[in-house]
């Protein structure tokens, strides 16, 4: 993917999507499938991971990504008004039910793969624990500077991270259960018979259970190694059927192979 900089970003017309560049991150990943099912064009600006990004917090007021800038207005940074930002533009196929229950099931569960404790959450601390070792889970404020700011960003704590496997696999069966209860009513999707933000979250958010193999998602192999990892985390947990509907949503709904 052609990147701006910040710098030139800033000055732009229409919508800029700020991207961690070269990485698969999975909130990226699924800004980027909202707006392209939406059908709404957007300008990549670059992220630079796990940096200070001065730039961008001068623009926007955080580091991290992805941030979406929409004309003057103010820069959206969680996925749920990044979710309601879509859904405003474009006329591609919705992406939240129009049925207000259904539409809270479908916000729902895509908080509980995108949001604070939410399945992505849970596994990025799992991914700093294996990356920064034991003696950074029992002592993170021992941590060098830059990483200790992940760590407090991130709250990579020694109580979180205890609690983040048991977190991941409750948030694991739900998603297996509400796929064969689905399934049951002849239903392809996580809510209701169309596609939502939910099955667009659990496609890119699966990149952190099995990434998608190399010709589709050309991730680092060190970076790709760090997401397959599960330790014992999802022992008897069957992610067949959720490889299965991230398969499903990727054939149908987003573009392959990824670009970042
Ligand atoms: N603010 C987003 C989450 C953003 C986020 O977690 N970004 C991570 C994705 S792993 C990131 O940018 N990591 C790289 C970094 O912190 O530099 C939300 O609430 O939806």
Sequence with gaps: MDYYEVSEARHMKGLRLVLSAGVPGPWGEAAKGLFQVRGVPFIPVAQVPAQA??????????????????????????????????????????????????????????????????????????????????????NPGELPPDQ??????????????????????????????????????EHCYLVGDSLTAADIYWATFSAMLEPLPHDLNPMPDELRDLYADQGDAVDGIDTAPLIEHRDFIYRNHLKLPLDF
Excluded: K
Excluded at 59 to 86: F, H, K, Q
Excluded at 111 to 120: D, L, P, S, V
């Design 148 to 185: 200790r700011q992940l760590a407090r960003q991130y709250d990579f704590r020694p109580e979180t991270l205890a609690s983040a496997p048991q977190r991941l696999r409750d948030i694991l069966r739900m998603l297996n259960d509400r796929l064969e209860a689905q399934r049951q009513m």
């Design 53 to 138: 990004n001065s730039d961008l917090v001068a623009w926007t007021g955080v580091r991290n990504a992805p941030v979406a800038v929409y004309e003057d207005e103010a820069p959206r940074t969680s996925w749920l008004d990044i979710l309601m930002l879509a859904q405003r533009l474009g006329d591609g196929p919705p992406l939240l039910p129009a049925d207000p229950y259904l539409r809270a099931l479908a916000i729902g569960i895509s908080h509980e793969i995108c949001g604070q404790w939410g399945y992505g959450w849970c596994r990025r601390l799992m991914i700093f624990a294996r990356l920064w070792g034991e003696e950074a889970c029992r």
